[in-house]
Structures are given as C-alpha cells and as structure tokens.
C-alpha cells in the first residue's frame, strides 16, 4: 500500500508506514475493511470512521459472526391481495402506486400493533412473522388476530370502484432465524414455503391457518375446518382451517362456555372504534364516544368486541369499565368506584383494611408525586365508601379522582367504559 504522506511503498498488511509512520488505512469497526487515512465514513459500508482512534484490523468475518442463526419456534403470516395485478391494468400507474402505498402503509401497522415484524414485501404480497427477534407465548394467536384485522382493514382500503380483498394465511411451527440480518430473509425454511402456498389457495377474503396455529390459538378464534389443502411440491395433504372470527381475550379467557353467536350489522361501528383509538393514541388528546340504541340492539356486544380487540394489542392501554345501576343508595358515582375496584384488583366485599392496602399499593404504581399521594388517596377510599371524604368541596373530589386517571393515562391510553350511562 502506497503512502498517502511519502508515497512510499509498503507491504499489504502494515497499519503504518516503514518511512514516516504514517497510518496507512483505518479498519471500519463495523465491517473491518480497510479505509485511507482521514476518510470519514467507510467506502463500504458507510459506517462513521474516527481517523484518530486505534482501531485494529480485524478479518471480513466479523460481520458474519455478528449475526446470530438458531431454530425457533415462530408463527409465519402471508397475506396477498386478490387479482390485483388484472385490477391495476385498467388503472392509472399513478394511482396505482398511492393505493399500494397505503396497502403497504396499513399493513404494517397493522401487523406491528400485534406485535409481529414485517419480514419483506413481494409484489403485493406481505410477509410477517410473530416470535423472532421476540417471542411471546401466544404469538400464534396474535398472528391470526393480526390476519383478520389485515382482511377487513385491505377491504375497506380500495374505496368506491377499486375494491380490493386479501386471502392470508397463517403457519406455526420450527423455522431456522437469522437474528440481526441485513439485506436477506431473517426466516427461512420449509414454513414460510407453506405457508406461501397455503395462503395461495386461500379464498378470498379469509384466513387459513395450519393445525399448530388451529392448537395454539383455537381457545381466542373460532375456526372451522376446510378440506385437506392439496399443496403445490406437497407430498401429503395439508390440514387446514378457516379463521373466522376472536371469541375472547388472550388466551381464552372470558371466553363464552356457550355458543357466541356471529356479530352481526356492527361492523361499521367497530371499525370507527377501532380507528379512534389508534388516532387517539396517535395525537394524544382525548375523546368522548357514546353509544345509543333501544335495549337489545347490541351496545354491550360491541363494547366486548372492541375489548377484545384492544387485548391482543401490544401496546400499553388501559382498561376501565363500570356500571351504573338504575336503583339503590349511593349510586351516583358507582361505576366509577368500580373502575378503580378494577385498577386496584378488588371486590365489592373486600373489607375496608384490604381495600385501604390495595388502593396504597395501585397510588403508589400509578401516581410517582408522594404529596399528590395523600391528596388523592383519602378521596377515592371516599368514592369507595371505607372511609369518609375528607373536608373540602364537591370539586376538590372530582379533581381527585380526575387526577388519578391522568396518572395512568400518562403510562399509556387510557379507557372508562361506562354502561347503562342513563341511569
């Protein structure tokens, strides 16, 4: 290597020069590749370089080992639009491109709000996977969740005249991971195969999924079994089912022990839930939605369906539901004390000593001012009837009790669920 200060000639491998002692090359200590003396970024990579540390070289094998293979057991999504390709001919190019961009925008977001990773976008077909880099335990379940939110948002995108459908589906099962890839497929293998296929005779407009996901997932979505999916470069036949629709909160919990009939003619009013929320957390100012219909039109089924949702969500929110009834004493304020009940983890017959402790222990998590503490505290235990309110007017009260769910709503939306508000 030729001397940048003496022009002198030295052997491939010195770090200075045999003449003058001049650095001959500064190794990148991302990817180790040589650069002259003084560059800034790295010809290679673009890594940031400082001219003036002692960086030593190190081999080109360093990038590689920083990359980390291992098998993992991973949930895989395909979903793909329906006849797009025929569609878009008769379509300006520009409005093709802005409606992709935004099937590729509400992808993604749609998937990562359940916690799966993009792993690439083909064509207008879209690859996710739940379980690497991290795994949760009912990872499956979110990739289903995800899938059919994925569905319903892709048929609501396309608007008057270019309507559109997605077919997903979705695969559990052993994929070897490549953890901190760049510029290549972080899964790979057999799964994500199938479950490109799978998803290619799925119909359109719904959501198949493998029998590891079927087991994984079948206590919070209910299914219905589709014949064995005869599956191009398959020897055998697939078992599959139909995703059609969440039944519970994660993990099956509250899940009805009968039947739950479909939901039925509220589609709409879910989806505006649904976008309120993203858009409230989005720009952090809060909203008032009320819900009015005769008895038996399906309120409380919608605020159960809309719980539901926001339980396979990852992000941080909040939830608050409370009745109010239409008789007895010292009802006025009751399904608010049964939101902080709730907050607090108690019951209507917990005695006043347990409550106190409980109500101390959910101030001191939620609210980190110890004066705003005291404040609070004795006028909640008031709302909750174990002691009585302190001197002070009726607004000092609803100051109080705003003030705790401000503390909370500051870790992470935050909802109040009132029913039977008329009362």
């Not at 001397?3 to 650095?23: H, I, L």
């Not at 970024?41 to 980390?68: I, M, Q, S, W, Y």
């Not at 079948?218 to 398959?234: C, F, P, T």
Request: charged share 25%; with cysteine.
């Amino acid at each position: 290597m030729r001397c940048a200060n003496c022009q002198t000639e030295n052997d491939p491998g010195r770090k200075f020069c045999v003449e003058c002692g001049t650095r001959l090359a500064i190794a990148c200590p991302s990817c180790a590749a040589p650069n002259p003396p003084g560059a800034k970024f790295c010809g290679e990579c673009g890594t940031t370089l400082n001219p003036d540390a002692e960086v030593p070289a190190a081999p080109k094998a360093t990038r590689a080992e920083a990359r980390v293979a291992e098998r993992r057991l991973v949930s895989v999504l395909f979903a793909d639009l329906v006849g797009f390709t025929a569609q878009s001919e008769a379509q300006d190019p520009e409005e093709v491109r802005e409606l992709l961009s935004r099937y590729f925008t509400s992808a993604r977001e749609t998937i990562e709000r359940y916690g799966g990773s993009v792993e690439k976008f083909i064509g207008d077909a879209v690859m996710a996977v739940w379980g690497a880099p991290t795994a949760h335990e009912d990872d499956a379940e979110r990739a289903v969740r995800a899938a059919l939110d994925l569905v319903d948002v892709v048929g609501r995108l396309g608007g008057e005249g270019a309507a559109l459908q997605l077919r997903a589906a979705v695969l559990t099962g052993e994929a070897a991971v490549t953890l901190n890839a760049t510029g290549e497929g972080m899964v790979a293998g057999d799964l994500v195969n199938t479950a490109s296929r799978l998803q290619s005779v799925a119909e359109a407009g719904s959501v198949l999924v493998g029998e590891g996901t079927y087991r994984s997932s079948r206590d919070a979505i209910a299914y219905e079994s589709v014949e064995d999916q005869e599956l191009r470069g398959k020897t055998l036949p697939l078992k599959a089912w139909r995703a059609l629709r969440v039944v519970a909160a994660r993990r099956g919990v509250r899940r009805s022990e009968g039947l739950e009939p479909p939901f039925v003619g509220r589609d709409e009013e879910l989806r505006q839930l649904k976008d309120l929320l993203q858009v409230t957390t989005r720009d952090g100012r809060a909203r008032l939605v009320s819900i009015v219909g005769q008895p038996g039109i399906g309120k409380s089924r919608l605020v159960w369906e809309f719980e539901k949702h926001i339980d396979g969500l990852v992000q941080a929110i909040y939830w608050h539901q409370g009745r109010s009834p239409a008789y007895g004493e010292g009802i006025t304020f009751w399904a608010l004390g049964e939101m902080v009940r709730q907050r607090a983890g108690l019951a209507e017959t917990d005695d006043p000593a347990t409550t106190l402790q409980r109500l101390e222990a959910t101030l001191t998590e939620n609210v980190p001012d110890e004066a705003e503490r005291r404040w609070i505290e004795p006028r909640l235990a008031a709302l909750l009837g174990v002691q009585d309110a302190p001197p002070g007017d009726r607004a000092e009260l609803f100051a109080a009790w705003r003030a705790f769910f401000e503390r909370i709503s500051a870790r992470g939306t935050t909802l109040l669920v009132f029913e039977d508000l008329q009362w």
